[in-house]
């Protein structure tokens, strides 16, 4: 298959590209497209085929559901069997926007889309690009992270066709996208709202909307026995090629103890990469060190994380190293996904 690219920046959308876009998922095909956390891999959420097709073209077990994105709020009638008032509430304070809502599902979703759950997971995300390409769609488009299976999420168009060209019908080039981890994920369907995915909208925000709400145990630490209650996070995502080890402690013992080690692995020949803050970066002696951004800013470091993991992977490096994060705020979501990327492997200094 050849793949079409095709341009559309968040400010000056292209609405001819954005139309056949639109045209293709209206016709079963696959298009990926930028929003504002990771770009989709979008096909018609009401298809049964397209979301095999989204299954295949990842390389994704079919048991894991996939987000269904609307473009206006009213279009989740269609998906669910009943809104909630907690539905509407969150919908008030962060829609459009990063978070996606696990809701009982209608009839009119197939279980090709929800993974074989009775359950479906709505988003309508806020990039103009996204919503346009949703509504040329024809409002309803299931697109989970636009990467292969096993890969960081994607957040540029380069990292997509890495992943995908040859694959899918188009990608929609929006550029780097702004928040760089995939949406917060709410599920409403138990007694209490509980956090499947930590993201952008933290647990303190949904707090002061909802009242109280729960956490799936499993987000920041490997418990034993338990499953995460999203699917997806069970398996080892965001896993860059090199095995991850993160190091965590007071500055000056965490870089003291990242070279000791970096030496080692270097000694016996292994290729070695160290994820640094601005104010460590020039403390570190390994093949490649990447600036992730300054410590204090979450949104630096969220937004940079899997371009580090995937050009980590593109100097085929063997060994990595991480300082961990503070885990307040959106730092929430970012050690969820570093611990995930390491397999849970910290050194504790
Ligand atoms: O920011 C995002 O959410 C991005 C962009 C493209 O919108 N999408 C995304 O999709 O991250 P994906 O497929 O990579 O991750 C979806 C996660 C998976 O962990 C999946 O198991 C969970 O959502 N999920 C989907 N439907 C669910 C359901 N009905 N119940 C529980 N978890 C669900
Ligand atoms: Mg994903």
Same mark, same amino acid.
Request: aromatic fraction near 6%; charge should be negative; charged fraction near 25%.
């Given at each position: 298959m050849k793949t079409r690219y095709i341009r559309s920046d968040a400010d000056t959308p292209n609405e001819e590209g954005i139309r056949q876009a639109g045209g293709i998922i209206r016709a079963g095909g696959l298009v990926a497209f930028p929003t504002e956390t990771v770009y989709g891999l979008g $096909?018609? !959420?009401?298809?049964k085929e397209s979301s095999r097709k989204i299954y295949e073209a990842k390389g994704r077990p079919s048991d894991n559901p996939l987000i269904v994105h609307i473009c206006r709020f009213s279009d989740m009638e269609k998906l669910v069997e009943r809104i909630p008032q907690a539905a509407y509430d969150l919908a008030e304070a962060f829609? &459009? $926007? &990063?978070l996606t809502m696990i809701l009982p599902k209608s009839d009119a979703v197939p279980y090709e889309t929800t993974g074989g759950l009775d359950t479906v997971a709505v988003r309508f995300p806020s990039h103009p690009a996204a919503r346009a390409f949703i509504e040329a769609a024809g409002g309803y488009v299931a697109a989970p /992270? !636009?990467?292969? /299976? $096993?890969r960081p999420s994607p957040t540029t168009a380069k990292y997509v066709a890495e992943d995908m060209d040859g694959r899918i019908d188009m990608i929609i080039d929006g550029g780097e996208v702004g928040i760089g981890l995939e949406s917060t994920i709410v599920d409403l369907t138990g007694e209490m709202p509980m956090i499947l995915r930590p993201g952008y909208i933290t647990q303190e925000m949904l707090q002061n909307v909802l009242g109280e709400i729960a956490a799936d145990k499993t987000m920041l630490k490997e418990a034993a026995g338990a499953r995460p209650k999203a699917p997806g996070m069970k398996y080892r995502h965001y896993a860059p090629k090199g095995v991850l080890t993160i190091v965590e402690g007071n500055r000056d013992a965490v870089t003291q103890k990242i070279n000791e080690l970096a030496a080692q692995a270097s000694a016996a020949g292994e290729k070695v990469g160290v994820i640094a803050t601005r104010e460590t970066v020039d403390a570190y002696h390994a093949d490649c060190v990447k600036n992730i951004g300054p410590r204090a800013d979450e949104a630096a470091i969220a937004h940079n994380l899997y371009a580090v993991l995937r050009e980590f992977d593109d100097e085929e490096l063997t060994v990595l190293f991480s300082e961990a994060f503070d885990t307040a705020g959106m730092g929430q979501a970012i050690m969820n996904r570093l611990l995930k990327a390491a397999g849970h492997r910290v050194i504790r200094v």
């Amino acid at each position: 298959m050849k793949t079409r690219y095709i341009r559309s920046d968040a400010d000056t959308p292209n609405e001819e590209g954005i139309r056949q876009a639109g045209g293709i998922i209206r016709a079963g095909g696959l298009v990926a497209f930028p929003t504002e956390t990771v770009y989709g891999l979008g $096909g018609d !959420a009401l298809n049964k085929e397209s979301s095999r097709k989204i299954y295949e073209a990842k390389g994704r077990p079919s048991d894991n559901p996939l987000i269904v994105h609307i473009c206006r709020f009213s279009d989740m009638e269609k998906l669910v069997e009943r809104i909630p008032q907690a539905a509407y509430d969150l919908a008030e304070a962060f829609w &459009p $926007g &990063p978070l996606t809502m696990i809701l009982p599902k209608s009839d009119a979703v197939p279980y090709e889309t929800t993974g074989g759950l009775d359950t479906v997971a709505v988003r309508f995300p806020s990039h103009p690009a996204a919503r346009a390409f949703i509504e040329a769609a024809g409002g309803y488009v299931a697109a989970p /992270s !636009a990467n292969r /299976s $096993g890969r960081p999420s994607p957040t540029t168009a380069k990292y997509v066709a890495e992943d995908m060209d040859g694959r899918i019908d188009m990608i929609i080039d929006g550029g780097e996208v702004g928040i760089g981890l995939e949406s917060t994920i709410v599920d409403l369907t138990g007694e209490m709202p509980m956090i499947l995915r930590p993201g952008y909208i933290t647990q303190e925000m949904l707090q002061n909307v909802l009242g109280e709400i729960a956490a799936d145990k499993t987000m920041l630490k490997e418990a034993a026995g338990a499953r995460p209650k999203a699917p997806g996070m069970k398996y080892r995502h965001y896993a860059p090629k090199g095995v991850l080890t993160i190091v965590e402690g007071n500055r000056d013992a965490v870089t003291q103890k990242i070279n000791e080690l970096a030496a080692q692995a270097s000694a016996a020949g292994e290729k070695v990469g160290v994820i640094a803050t601005r104010e460590t970066v020039d403390a570190y002696h390994a093949d490649c060190v990447k600036n992730i951004g300054p410590r204090a800013d979450e949104a630096a470091i969220a937004h940079n994380l899997y371009a580090v993991l995937r050009e980590f992977d593109d100097e085929e490096l063997t060994v990595l190293f991480s300082e961990a994060f503070d885990t307040a705020g959106m730092g929430q979501a970012i050690m969820n996904r570093l611990l995930k990327a390491a397999g849970h492997r910290v050194i504790r200094v």
